[in-house]
């Protein structure tokens, strides 16, 4: 026996278990409904509502079915004429209907303080955390498709980020949109930072109608990038999940917002205990801390970036320590298609995205690709950088990453006055620090002319602990001729350094064939504890960067046990949830993680002839 239903009938039907999948024609005809919401044998049930207004027809909650069963929501924003257009998709947990005002105000007041003309040609009033305007892409003849991610916003279900079941998600939402009656068939994935990072997964999957991504300042590997650096456990998802995700989830109803468009609650009709709530997402600080090794479940959230053939425009931050760094230049670089860009800028991680320069390249790009219009995208150059001063960035076209001219100098440290040297030292000494302190500090002497330095760094050195590990935080750092340090407007912190590495001394176990002198790949699947007092050689990993170290001014490297601080006190901005002290949400302090009795000890540098520590840096020859 087979049911023709209509969305809502099906869905119903389907939820309360009164049939199976196999029983049924899915009808993909819009269903117009008056109301919002309908009860169904007990259940309450969110339904789609089709309206037109400010130029666009817009289709709130359009239902996409899983292939268990489970009902994702999806606003849909189409050109006022009928036709089929190329799609603009998301997926993700912010919660579709929750404005960028007023789900992080204090981003979006600054955003417009920098940038006033993001006010001019679209009322904003659609405008949602790290997507796309509709008002500024419908009109030129794209379908922009919005899906709450499982068990957030409208869609229900368990809360799981860039799980493999999400994943798999997004590659059926990519899928339906690609055979709806308004679209060309092509889907375009383009958003910042979690749609960014599960854009690189899903590519990966080789969806049929994906066909090009535009990855802003995402990530590609979930161990390395997002729950541990150089092995030690990051703070960040730990913080992030319970401040952004929780009151995005589906069940907050009365307890969460109401969309300013539609007034209906974002979190869908229900209202939920907290109990039923945390019981129906992952706990993913227990995750992290349960798993210390690079093992297969960190696989599973991971992109494989070799598998990728869409055309793909990476685009990552100077200032991204931390998350939005590293994967944007490893996607770029392993991705499987030969038709690839990388883009990289500075600023906040949110800021250059909604710009007339951001938009733009995302335009021609997609232009190019989804539309085949005459963009001028045939002639972009491979790698395009906003070269980072001390006070301005320069655009440059280059043709390759790492740029081909690269020098990769050896800078020793050199024990006798704390300096960085291209000549190594003959001494054979050590130099002990307390980890609970500032560390050492090795400056250049001051510049004779200007210096860039842009690329992947790696600093190699032997290490002893008066324990049996150290967590070891390396951080170039830039000083003008009287001292004073130069920081940067980061993705997530005004205060940043020029560039951050990390590593655990008991993951130091390199894989060969992925390790480059300016890249140690670290393989994180074991732990080779220290005997005290005894040295290791340490390879650590320091993220890209880019700085001209302007004539008279010095570079810096500082071997700490800590995170880096930013002098002074911290900074508290309204509406960020967080400490600004230099690194953002990006700490390392878990207790579980790092233990007093093991990581608050004597750290001691070892100098010996042929094995003086040293930090490699790409340096582009004026």
């Known amino acids: 026996m087979a049911f023709f239903l209509k969305a809502r009938h099906w869905e119903c039907l389907f939820s309360i278990g009164q049939i199976e999948k196999k029983h049924f024609f899915y009808w993909p005809t819009p269903y117009k409904v008056s109301g919002i919401i309908k009860q169904c044998e007990g259940h309450t049930v969110s339904q789609e509502k089709n309206e037109v207004r400010d130029g666009m027809r817009i289709q709130w909650d359009a239902p996409i079915v899983m292939d268990d069963g489970v009902v994702m929501r999806a606003d849909i924003f189409l050109p006022l004429a009928e036709g089929r257009y190329p799609v603009i998709l998301t997926y993700g947990p912010y919660a579709k209907g929750l404005a960028f005002q007023e789900g992080n105000a204090a981003a979006w007041e600054r955003l417009v303080a920098s940038h006033p003309d993001i006010l001019e040609g679209s009322s904003n009033i659609y405008q949602s955390w790290e997507l796309v305007d509709p008002e500024r892409w419908v009109p030129e003849g794209y379908a922009c498709v919005r899906v709450d991610s499982r068990g957030t916003g409208r869609s229900p279900g368990y809360v799981d980020p860039w799980s493999p079941r999400e994943t798999k998600d997004l590659y059926e939402c990519i899928e339906w949109s690609g055979v709806q009656p308004w679209s060309s068939g092509k889907v375009g994935l383009n958003g910042i930072s979690y749609y960014a990072m599960n854009a690189w997964q899903v590519a990966a999957m080789e969806p049929p109608h994906l066909t090009a991504v535009c990855a802003w300042e995402g990530a590609c590997d979930y161990y390395r990038e997002a729950t541990h650096h150089g092995g030690i456990v990051s703070d960040f998802l730990i913080n992030w999940f319970p401040r952004a995700v929780h009151r995005s989830q589906h069940g907050c109803g009365e307890r969460g917002s109401r969309s300013r468009v539609t ?173 609970a302190g500032h560390g050492l500090m090795f400056l250049s002497p001051p510049m004779a002319q200007d210096l860039e330095i842009t690329g992947p760094s790696a600093a190699k050195m032997m290490l002893s602990s008066s324990t049996q590990d150290a967590d070891v935080f390396l951080v170039l750092r830039v000083f003008t001729p009287d001292g004073c340090e130069v920081t940067f407007h980061g993705s997530n912190d005004p205060r940043t350094p020029v560039g951050m590495g990390w590593l655990r001394a008991s993951h130091r176990k390199l894989d060969a064939a992925r390790s480059l002198p300016y890249r140690p790949f670290h393989t994180h699947d074991e732990s080779q504890l220290l005997t005290p007092g005894q040295p290791e050689a340490l390879d650590v990993e320091i993220w890209p960067t880019c700085i001209v170290v302007p004539k008279g001014y010095r570079f810096g490297l500082s071997v700490r046990g800590k995170d880096y601080q930013f002098p002074g006190e911290p900074l508290s901005i309204p509406g960020v949830k967080y400490t600004l002290t230099g690194v953002g949400p990006f700490l390392h302090h878990h207790p579980q993680d790092r233990p007093a009795d093991v990581f608050k000890a004597t750290n001691t540098l070892h100098f010996e002839p042929g094995q003086q520590p040293y930090v490699l840096l790409p340096v582009i020859p004026s």
């Open 263 to 435: 007034g209906e609650l974002v979190c869908g009709p229900e209202t939920l205990s907290e109990n039923v709530l945390a019981a129906n997402r992952i706990d993913i600080e227990k995750w992290i801390i349960e798993r210390p090794f690079a093992d297969e479940d960190h696989e599973g959230r991971s992109s494989h970036p070799e598998k990728i053939k869409v055309p793909v425009l990476s685009s990552g931050n100077w200032g991204g320590q931390g998350l939005h760094t590293r994967g944007n230049f490893e996607g770029y670089l392993r991705a499987g298609t030969t038709e690839k860009w990388l883009e990289v800028h500075g600023g906040a991680h949110w800021e250059s995205f909604y710009t007339a320069y951001g938009i733009a390249l995302q335009k021609r790009f997609f232009g190019h690709f989804l539309k085949a219009e005459k963009t001028g995208w045939d002639q972009q150059p491979p790698v395009r950088l906003q070269v980072r001063h001390v006070d301005r960035f320069v655009e440059r076209d280059e043709q390759e990453w790492p740029i081909a001219r690269t020098q990769w100098t050896k800078y020793y440290l050199d024990p006798s006055d704390c300096s960085l040297r291209t000549q190594a030292p003959k001494d054979r000494c050590t130099l002990s620090y307390d980890t």
